[in-house]
């Protein structure tokens, strides 16, 4: 952001509890610090850490409170609405204490119904913009920007007054709102959100906090921007999937799903919800998938406890059928499949899959309609399901009906 000519806080990176008390001592001696669980999550600050700490982000006037407070965060699970789970605090960062007159909300993103970026501001911010959406939706303001022509001074102008900014403030807020635009589109966002924006008493317009997301699309060129991703901070799941080229999201579920085009994963997703189950996953493995991707999409499946039953549905037209089986039989002979598998092929070559599946040694369900594959999916998954709560020890080398 200082690199697009956007006023940040002072602040520092610690990563052990002395080094927090090192920086307090250094940088903010004698002044008000702000300490933050560096964690990839919303909400932060309304947290829990799951050692009872309460709060990821805390007011620190002293050195030994920059230790004590680090010393809580470090190396325990944040959980907050966005991650009712926890997410594992690596990080701290410490930063500069902005006194404000007041805090304000402001994001630029792709927004697919305006087809370009859109502005979006509200003068209630320093809080869940989420909240204020659906308390007083008359608060949030939008501004499409068109994208060949860019962010104009007098939409800028129109957003700083329709935010309550006069004089010297507004100026300021202006001159941000085109920086944060440059930056949005020399660097490839697809979400650059600030919460809050803070007026200071003197006149002054200051990011204090934002999140930003980046096109991975454009990795290619923003190679200093994705050199610092933070892989402990994400589903190392996605993380492994993404090495693959695969689209992977995980899911609260227990039916792993693995399809071919996005359109056709969420109607599988769906069906298994109108029969009664739970995907346990989004996995795409696009159009042009080849053994080795199918493979490794079948080890994240079967490496993932929450998973007890598979659910392959595959649709062959750019992606053949008999690709898909073979990866299937590899993965079956080189990781030995735990989980029992129900497949749907239909397409290009899908009497040659059916063949090399049913010749393979391997016993797997196969299915010829989507509606039976998902009853049949959501029928084993409860077996195994019960069977684990009752401790019964049901094992599966291969499973037909």
Same mark, same amino acid.
């Given at each position: $952001?200082?690199?697009?000519?956007?006023?940040?806080?002072?602040?520092?990176?610690?990563?052990?509890?002395?080094?927090?008390?090192?920086?307090?001592?250094?940088?903010?001696?004698?002044?008000? *610090?702000?300490?933050?669980?560096?964690?990839?999550?919303?909400?932060?600050?309304?947290?829990?850490?799951?050692?009872?700490?309460?709060?990821? @982000?805390?007011?620190?006037?002293?050195?030994?409170?920059?230790?004590?407070?680090?010393?809580?965060?470090? =190396?325990?699970?944040?959980?907050?609405?966005? #991650?009712?789970?926890?997410?594992?605090?690596?990080?701290?960062?410490?930063?500069?204490? @902005?006194?404000? %007159?007041?805090?304000?909300?402001?994001?630029?993103?792709?927004?697919?119904?305006?087809?370009?970026?859109?502005?979006?501001?509200?003068?209630?911010? =320093?809080?869940?913009? +989420?909240?204020?959406?659906?308390?007083?939706?008359?608060?949030?303001?939008?501004?499409?920007?068109?994208?060949?022509?860019?962010?104009?001074?007098?939409?800028?102008? +129109?957003?700083?007054?329709?935010?309550?900014?006069?004089?010297?403030?507004?100026?300021?807020?202006?001159?941000? $709102?085109?920086?944060?635009?440059?930056?949005? /589109?020399?660097?490839?966002?697809?979400?650059?959100?600030?919460?809050? @924006?803070?007026?200071?008493?003197?006149? +002054?317009? @200051?990011?204090?906090?934002?999140?930003?997301?980046?096109?991975?699309?454009?990795?290619?060129?923003?190679?200093?921007?994705?050199?610092? %991703?933070?892989?402990? !901070?994400?589903?190392?799941?996605?993380?492994?999937?993404?090495?693959?080229?695969?689209?992977?999201?995980?899911?609260?579920?227990? /039916?792993?799903?693995?399809?071919?085009?996005? =359109?056709?994963?969420?109607?599988?997703?769906?069906?298994?919800?109108?029969?009664?189950?739970?995907?346990?996953?989004?996995?795409?493995?696009?159009?042009?998938?080849?053994?080795? !991707?199918? !493979?490794?999409?079948?080890?994240?499946?079967?490496?993932? +406890?929450?998973?007890?039953?598979?659910?392959?549905?595959?649709?062959? =037209?750019?992606?053949?059928?008999?690709?898909? #089986?073979?990866?299937?039989?590899? #993965?079956?002979?080189?990781?030995?499949?735990?989980?029992?598998?129900?497949?749907?092929?239909?397409?290009?070559?899908?009497?040659?899959?059916?063949?090399?599946?049913?010749?393979?040694?391997? %016993?797997?369900?196969? *299915?010829?309609?989507?509606?039976?594959?998902?009853?049949?999916?959501?029928?084993?998954?409860?077996?195994?399901?019960?069977?684990?709560?009752? %401790?019964?020890?049901?094992?599966?080398?291969?499973?037909?009906?």
């Amino acid at each position: $952001m200082n690199s697009h000519h956007i006023a940040t806080p002072l602040g520092a990176v610690a990563t052990t509890a002395q080094e927090a008390e090192h920086i307090y001592a250094t940088k903010f001696a004698g002044k008000d *610090a702000v300490i933050k669980a560096q964690v990839l999550s919303g909400g932060r600050g309304l947290g829990t850490f799951k050692n009872g700490f309460k709060g990821g @982000v805390h007011m620190v006037t002293k050195p030994e409170q920059a230790y004590e407070y680090a010393n809580q965060m470090l =190396g325990e699970e944040l959980v907050t609405k966005q #991650a009712p789970n926890g997410i594992l605090c690596q990080k701290v960062y410490l930063m500069e204490r @902005v006194y404000m %007159r007041r805090e304000m909300y402001l994001s630029i993103m792709m927004d697919r119904a305006s087809g370009g970026p859109l502005m979006v501001g509200s003068a209630q911010g =320093g809080t869940s913009i +989420e909240d204020v959406a659906k308390a007083n939706p008359d608060a949030i303001l939008t501004m499409p920007i068109d994208i060949t022509k860019g962010l104009s001074k007098g939409q800028a102008m +129109e957003m700083a007054t329709k935010l309550g900014l006069e004089g010297k403030s507004h100026e300021k807020a202006v001159i941000l $709102m085109e920086n944060l635009y440059d930056m949005f /589109i020399s660097m490839d966002c697809t979400q650059l959100e600030v919460n809050p @924006v803070a007026e200071t008493p003197d006149g +002054e317009v @200051v990011v204090c906090d934002a999140k930003v997301n980046f096109d991975d699309n454009a990795e290619f060129r923003q190679s200093s921007i994705f050199s610092r %991703r933070d892989h402990s !901070q994400e589903d190392a799941r996605e993380v492994e999937a993404s090495k693959y080229d695969l689209n992977y999201i995980g899911l609260d579920g227990n /039916i792993g799903c693995m399809v071919n085009g996005a =359109g056709l994963a969420m109607s599988t997703m769906d069906i298994i919800q109108l029969k009664g189950g739970s995907p346990a996953n989004f996995l795409d493995v696009g159009g042009g998938a080849n053994e080795e !991707q199918v !493979q490794k999409a079948f080890e994240i499946l079967n490496a993932d +406890e929450n998973v007890k039953a598979i659910l392959v549905n595959i649709f062959g =037209g750019i992606m053949r059928c008999d690709v898909i #089986a073979v990866g299937i039989i590899n #993965a079956a002979k080189e990781i030995g499949m735990k989980k029992p598998l129900v497949i749907r092929l239909q397409g290009t070559n899908v009497e040659q899959a059916k063949a090399l599946i049913e010749g393979c040694g391997f %016993r797997m369900i196969l *299915a010829d309609d989507l509606e039976d594959a998902a009853a049949k999916a959501v029928g084993v998954a409860e077996i195994a399901k019960q069977a684990e709560q009752l %401790r019964l020890g049901v094992k599966f080398e291969g499973f037909g009906l």
